[in-house]
C-alpha cells in the first residue's frame, strides 16, 4: 500500500517493473514517442529521470499492462472489488451478513480524511515550471493526461458530494496566456459540467482543483464508473488502502498526498479554443470553444514526479485501464440493467463508437417466428446508459444453443450476420449525439446511431471468398474478404454527401443487377482494401470511427416500408469523409532520433520492440 507515488515507483524497480531513463529528454515528442514504442513492446514502466526544461522527473506506463496494475494493487484489490459488487447488488449483504462484514468496515475505513492546515512542505510553483509534455506533432500544446479534476457542488459543498473526474487539460499553446489560463475539455452532462451550471445560474465562478500524481489508487479512482452512493475519494482510500487525506487552501481542496496541486476558477461564460490533441480513437480532436480556468495557485511535492499517459490508435495504455476497471466492476451492467448478460466496448474501434451486447429474449413464444423483441427493449436501456450512450453501433443479440463471447469479435460478428433480417433488424436513431471525439457525424457531437439486432434460426451461409460480381466494377475495385460475409470495396475520394450518394446508388443498382451480393451482408467501402484485410483490428477501426450510420449506411435493393428502411445487403461507407479529422502519425525525425534511448548503451537497450 502506498503514502505516495515515490513508494509506487521505487516497488515497481525493486520487482523489475520500472527502467529509469537517464538521458535527457525533450518534452516536445520524444517523451510521447518513447512511451509509445515501450507500450507496444509491452514494456516495464518508465521515470524520465531528466526532462529538458524542467526539474521534475515524470513517469509513464504504470498501468501498461493489466498484470503491473494488479501488481500495483495487489493488497487491496479483492476489497476494491468487494465493495463495489456490494454497492451494485446490496442484498448480497442481507443474504450474506457475515460474509460481508469486514466489507462494509473497509469502506467506513477507506473515507476521506479532512487535515487542518494544508500538506507540510508543498511549494508553489508555475505551470511553466512543470514538464510541458506534446505527445503529437498537430497537438495544440502541452497537456496533461493523467488528471485527477476535483469539483464541489455548488448547493452542497463539501467532499461526500464532490466529483473527480478525468478530462484533459491544456496547459500551453493557442490563445492561452502561459502561468495565468489553462483549458479544461469535458462534455456538459459529466459530474463536473453538472457542477459548473449550477454554478452558472448562481452567477459564480466555480473552484476547481486538479491533482496530479499521489497513489495510484486516486487515479485509477479518477475514472471509475461506480455505483451510486461510492464516492470517487472513499473508492480511491478503499483502493490505496490509506484514507484520501485532504486540507482547505484559500477555499480550494488540496489533495496532501498529490505530487501537484493546480487551483483556479471557472466564470460563466468564459471560453478559449481548445486543442487539437491526438485522441482515442486515432485521430486528432481538431480546435474548439471550451472553458477557460483562471489559475490562482499551482503547487508541488519536494521531488514531485509528473505522471502522464499517451493517447491514439488503440491499442493504448488507457486499453489497460479498460481492462482493469471491467474487472472491477465485474456484472456491474449486468445489475443496472437486468437482462443484459453482457456489453463489449471495442477497444479496436475506439471504445465509444462500437458495442457488442448479448441479452435475453423471453418475448417470442416458441411457435411463433424467431425475432428481437426484448433485445430492442434493452438495446434503447443501453443506449441510455451513462458512457454506452455515445455508442454509435450497437450489435446485440441473445443465446440460445450455443454459448456466445462478445469478445471473441470475429465469432460474435458472425454470428449476427448468419441471422440477421437486414428488411427488419435494423433500427436508426437519427439527429442524436455522440462522442464529442468523433468526427464522424455532422458536426460537434452530433450524429446517429443504429441497432443492429438479431435473433433465431441461422438464415444464410457467408461467403468465404469473394464473389465473382464484385470484380470489375465501375468506380470501386480491389475487392478483398475481410472475415466471412464481409467484403471490403477500394472507392475514390468524394467531396461531398452528395458525391457520395450518386456514387452508391450507381453502386447498389449494379451490386443487384449482377446478384454480387448473395452470402455477403456486409459490404464496407474504404480508401485501402488490403488495409482492412490485413487484419480485424484494421477493419474494426476503419469501419466504425468512419462512418456516421444516418448518411453512411446505403443498402442493396434497399426500400423503406411503413417508415422502417432495410434492405438485402448492408453497406457501410467507411471511406475518410471530407470532414474528417486527421489521423494520428508520428513525425519520422522524432521516430529516428529516439533509436538512441534502445541502441546498445542506451537506457532502454533491454526493451525488445516489436
Known amino acids: 500500500m502506498y503514502r505516495n507515488l515515490e513508494e509506487c515507483i521505487i516497488d515497481l524497480e525493486q520487482n523489475g517493473h520500472l527502467v529509469r531513463i537517464k538521458e535527457e529528454v ?86 476521506p480524511m479532512k487535515t487542518s492546515g494544508g500538506p507540510a512542505a508543498l511549494q508553489e510553483i508555475r505551470i511553466s515550471d512543470l514538464p510541458l509534455i506534446q505527445h503529437w506533432p498537430m497537438d495544440g500544446g502541452a497537456f496533461i493526461t493523467l488528471p485527477q479534476v476535483y469539483s464541489e457542488d455548488p448547493d452542497k459543498p463539501g467532499i461526500m458530494n464532490s466529483n473527480l473526474g478525468m478530462y484533459r487539460v491544456q496547459l500551453s499553446g493557442n490563445e492561452y496566456e502561459l502561468d495565468q489560463e489553462i483549458g479544461l475539455h469535458y462534455q456538459i452532462h459529466r459530474g463536473i459540467g453538472v457542477h459548473q451550471s449550477k454554478a452558472v445560474k448562481k452567477g459564480e465562478p466555480l473552484k476547481v482543483s486538479i491533482f496530479v500524481g499521489g497513489p495510484p489508487a486516486h487515479t485509477l479512482s479518477a475514472v471509475m464508473p461506480l455505483p451510486e452512493g461510492l464516492s470517487e475519494m472513499t473508492f480511491a482510500g478503499l483502493l490505496a488502502g490509506r484514507r484520501f487525506r485532504y486540507s482547505y487552501v484559500d477555499g480550494y481542496c488540496i489533495s496532501n498526498d498529490a505530487d501537484f496541486v493546480i487551483t483556479g476558477e471557472i466564470y460563466p461564460g468564459q471560453t478559449k479554443p481548445e486543442g487539437p490533441f491526438g485522441d482515442h480513437l486515432g485521430y486528432y480532436s481538431l480546435t474548439h470553444e471550451f472553458p477557460l480556468m483562471r489559475i490562482h495557485k499551482v503547487f508541488a511535492k519536494p521531488n514531485a514526479v509528473w505522471p502522464f499517459t499517451v493517447v491514439g490508435r488503440p491499442p493504448q495504455e488507457d486499453t489497460s485501464f479498460g481492462e482493469l476497471i471491467h474487472e472491477l466492476t465485474g456484472d456491474a451492467i449486468s ?113 446517429s446511431k443504429v441497432v443492429i439486432a438479431a435473433y433465431g434460426d441461422k438464415k444464410r451461409e457467408l461467403c468465404r471468398e469473394v464473389p465473382d460480381g464484385f470484380r ?38 449494379e451490386l443487384a443487377a449482377r446478384g454480387a451480393a448473395e452470402g455477403c451482408p456486409m459490404i464496407i467501402l ?52 471530407p470532414h474528417q479529422a486527421p489521423p494520428l502519425i508520428p513525425d519520422p525525425d522524432v521516430e529516428k532520433n529516439i533509436g538512441r534511448f534502445f541502441a546498445q548503451g542506451g537506457s532502454l537497450a533491454g526493451v525488445k520492440l516489436r
Open 26 to 111: 525533450d518534452p516536445y515528442l520524444e517523451m510521447a514517442a518513447i512511451h509509445l514504442k515501450v507500450y507496444e513492446a509491452g514494456g516495464p514502466a518508465l521515470l524520465f529521470e531528466k526532462v529538458k526544461g524542467s526539474k521534475f522527473r515524470a513517469v509513464s506506463n504504470l498501468f501498461g499492462t493489466v498484470e503491473r496494475s494488479k501488481f500495483i494493487f495487489r493488497h487491496t484489490w479483492e476489497a476494491a472489488k468487494n465493495i463495489v459488487a456490494l454497492r451494485s447488488d446490496p442484498m448480497q449483504a442481507l443474504k450474506h451478513p457475515l460474509k460481508h462484514t469486514g466489507t462494509g468496515l473497509a469502506a467506513l475505513k477507506a473515507l
Open 335 to 447: 445489475q443496472e440493467i437486468p437482462g443484459v448478460r453482457e456489453v463489449h466496448a471495442v477497444d479496436a474501434a475506439g471504445v465509444h463508437p462500437l458495442l457488442f451486447a448479448i441479452g435475453s429474449e423471453r418475448y417470442t413464444p416458441y411457435q411463433q417466428v424467431k425475432q428481437p423483441t426484448e433485445l430492442l427493449t434493452l438495446a434503447n436501456r443501453i443506449l441510455g446508459t451513462g458512457q454506452l450512450s455515445l455508442a454509435k453501433y450497437l450489435f446485440i443479440t441473445a443465446e440460445e444453443e450455443q454459448p456466445l463471447d462478445s469478445h471473441k469479435e470475429a465469432e460474435f460478428l458472425a454470428y449476427i450476420l448468419e441471422r440477421i433480417d437486414l428488411r427488419r433488424d435494423l433500427h436508426f436513431y437519427t439527429n442524436t449525439t455522440i462522442d464529442t471525439l468523433d468526427y464522424s457525424g455532422m458536426g460537434l457531437n452530433y450524429g
Open 472 to 509: 470489375d466494377l465501375r468506380d470501386f475495385g480491389h475487392p478483398e474478404l475481410v472475415m466471412p460475409g464481409v467484403v471490403a470495396l477500394q472507392g475514390p475520394a468524394f467531396h461531398s454527401y452528395e458525391d457520395a450518394g450518386q456514387q452508391l446508388e450507381a453502386l447498389t443498382a
Open 526 to 577: 474504404c480508401d485501402d482494401s488490403a488495409f482492412l484485410r490485413a487484419d480485424l483490428s484494421n477493419f474494426l477501426w476503419v469501419t466504425f470511427t468512419r462512418s456516421n450510420p444516418s448518411h453512411d449506411i446505403y443498402g442493396v435493393n434497399s426500400e423503406v416500408r411503413y417508415k422502417h428502411w432495410g434492405c438485402d445487403s448492408l453497406i457501410i461507407d467507411a471511406r475518410t469523409k
